[in-house]
Each structure stands twice: as structure tokens, then as C-alpha cells.
């Protein structure tokens, strides 16, 4: 077995383990994991759809994160895009195992309002394949070279996943006879369809809701859905998001570097 520590920018306290177990408890439609960063204890919403591992203002400070000096742009679902700062994170403890120099950011405004310190974002998250079971309440990382191991838990329809040069989790679906791509969202509290894809497919939409009976996925019928109608931008190359009420009926497991998901009843 090769230890997690061969991962370029990993070191593994204790020894090797082939999967990182995290307990989440559900907030607000967002899973949130206990962590600590730098020693110092914080809650974080595992989100796959976000980029580094991020941190409100206050939190900054309390955990004592390293500013690089540096910044980079972050847009929100509404296209809006400002300068994030960069951060150095000494040490990230979650589920039992101790990640160092962990690359951060600070959260943008619109996250404020979420629960928690800040978020687990798909930098930190794509080096694994990652198991999503909201009903046990727990999300499991496996080390992507330890597939053999993850094959008990990364079970179900297989969906191959579209290239994305952001590293973005996206598919292709139909949604009753509308074909469409959709990011797997576990950021998202509810599951969205754009507001211009709705209008440029005359969607039957009933304020604020767009109901399917038929959802495909892989070749599989995995509806009814109801999506949220909503007036986003970003990412500019997806149609919409399958967020909190679609991973809450499923058990999703997401391996990005084998370029697949996977998705089965909880």
C-alpha cells in the first residue's frame, strides 16, 4: 500500500491509512466536518464545488493562517468576481489524519452568511476519491492509488465526467427530454437550473421551481428531481447544480482523477 504521504504536498501523521473518514453533520442543506488547522479547532463545509480550502475573516485570525502576500480572483455563482487573499496553513487535521502546507484562501463576502469557519473546496478534495453519504453522515477520501479499497464503497451507475481545465466536477444529464450539463454541487443547498437555460428551453417553471419526473444520469433514471429556478452566471459552461437534495437521496461517490462518478441509492 503507498502511503498517503507520497502525495506531492502531503505528509501523514501516525500511520498509513487508506481512507480518511469524516463525520458531517448537516447545516443549513451544507456538510460540515469538525476540523482543526493549525491546532486550533474549526467546522468547514466540505464543498466540492468550491476551489481551496477557505476561511472567513475571523477565522483567519484565530487559527493564525499565513497571508502569502498574494491574490486571486474569486467569482461567486452570480459571475461577481473579486481578489481573494492567498493563505499558508501550517497543519489541517480532519478525520483522524494531519495534512501540512495546505494552500488556502480567504472566503468571499457571500459566504458569510454559511455555517461554519469556512470550507473544504475541490483543490483539496480532487487527490482523493471522496464518498458521500449523507445518511450515515459521514464522507469518505480515499487515496486515489488505493482504488481497490474504495471499490466496496465507490459502487453504483457510472457517469463519466466532462474535462474541465478548473478541476470542476461536471456531467452530462437529461432532464425529461432536455439534455444538459450539471455540476455536482455538495456546496449547493439546493439543486439549480439556470434561469437562462430554463427560458432558452421554455421549461414549464412554476415560481421558483422546475420539476422533473424523468432525471438520467449514466443511463439511469434517478428522478423525480426538483431543481430551484434561479438567476446565476458562473460557471458559464454548466446548466445547472445538483446540490443538498440530490446527495441527500444518494450516495455519490466522485474519483476525479479516474474521470467518473458514481451514484447509487442511499
Same mark, same amino acid.
Given at each position: 500500500m503507498k502511503c498517503a504521504a507520497a502525495l506531492i504536498g502531503l505528509l501523514v501523521s501516525g500511520s498509513c491509512a487508506a481512507?480518511?473518514?469524516?463525520?458531517?453533520?448537516?447545516?443549513?442543506?451544507?456538510?460540515?466536518?469538525?476540523?482543526?488547522?493549525?491546532?486550533?479547532?474549526?467546522r468547514l463545509i466540505i464543498d466540492s464545488g468550491g476551489e481551496r480550502v477557505s476561511l472567513k475573516f475571523a477565522a483567519i485570525n484565530?487559527?493564525?493562517?499565513?497571508?502569502?502576500?498574494s491574490h486571486a480572483d474569486g467569482t461567486n455563482a452570480l459571475g461577481q468576481t473579486s481578489p481573494q487573499a492567498l493563505l499558508s496553513l501550517d497543519s489541517l487535521e480532519i478525520g483522524g489524519r494531519t495534512f501540512r502546507d495546505?494552500?488556502?484562501?480567504?472566503?468571499?463576502?457571500?459566504?458569510?452568511?454559511?455555517?461554519?469557519?469556512g470550507a473544504i473546496g475541490r483543490q483539496f478534495l480532487n487527490r482523493f476519491i471522496a464518498v458521500y453519504d449523507y445518511g450515515a453522515r459521514r464522507i469518505s477520501l480515499f487515496d486515489s492509488s488505493e482504488r481497490d479499497v474504495a471499490r466496496r464503497d465507490c459502487r453504483g451507475t457510472r457517469v463519466r465526467t466532462l474535462a474541465d481545465e478548473e478541476g470542476?466536477?461536471?456531467? /452530462?444529464? +437529461?432532464?425529461?427530454?432536455?439534455?444538459?450539463? @450539471?455540476?455536482w454541487d455538495?456546496? %449547493?443547498?439546493?439543486?439549480?437550473?439556470?434561469?437562462?437555460?430554463?427560458?432558452?428551453r421554455g421549461?414549464?417553471?412554476?415560481?421558483?421551481?422546475?420539476?422533473?419526473?424523468?432525471?438520467?444520469? /449514466?443511463? +439511469?433514471?434517478?428522478?423525480?428531481?426538483?431543481? @430551484?429556478?434561479?438567476?446565476?452566471? %458562473?460557471?458559464s459552461r454548466v446548466d445547472g447544480f445538483l446540490g443538498y437534495d440530490f446527495f441527500v437521496d444518494h450516495v455519490v461517490c466522485i474519483d476525479p482523477r479516474g474521470q467518473v462518478v458514481r451514484v447509487r441509492d442511499k
Open positions: 481512507v480518511v473518514v469524516i463525520p458531517i453533520e448537516i447545516e443549513n442543506g451544507n456538510p460540515v466536518a469538525p476540523a482543526r488547522i493549525n491546532g486550533v479547532d474549526v484565530r487559527v493564525s493562517a499565513t497571508r502569502t502576500g495546505v494552500a488556502g484562501q480567504e472566503s468571499g463576502t457571500y459566504a458569510e452568511a454559511s455555517p461554519g469557519d470542476l466536477v461536471i456531467t /452530462g444529464a +437529461r432532464a425529461d427530454q432536455n439534455d444538459m450539463r @450539471v455540476l455538495t456546496g %449547493a443547498v439546493h439543486s439549480v437550473v439556470k434561469k437562462s437555460f430554463a427560458e432558452s421549461l414549464p417553471v412554476e415560481a421558483p421551481f422546475y420539476a422533473v419526473r424523468k432525471f438520467e444520469v /449514466g443511463g +439511469r433514471d434517478v428522478g423525480p428531481l426538483r431543481f @430551484v429556478v434561479f438567476d446565476v452566471a %458562473a460557471p
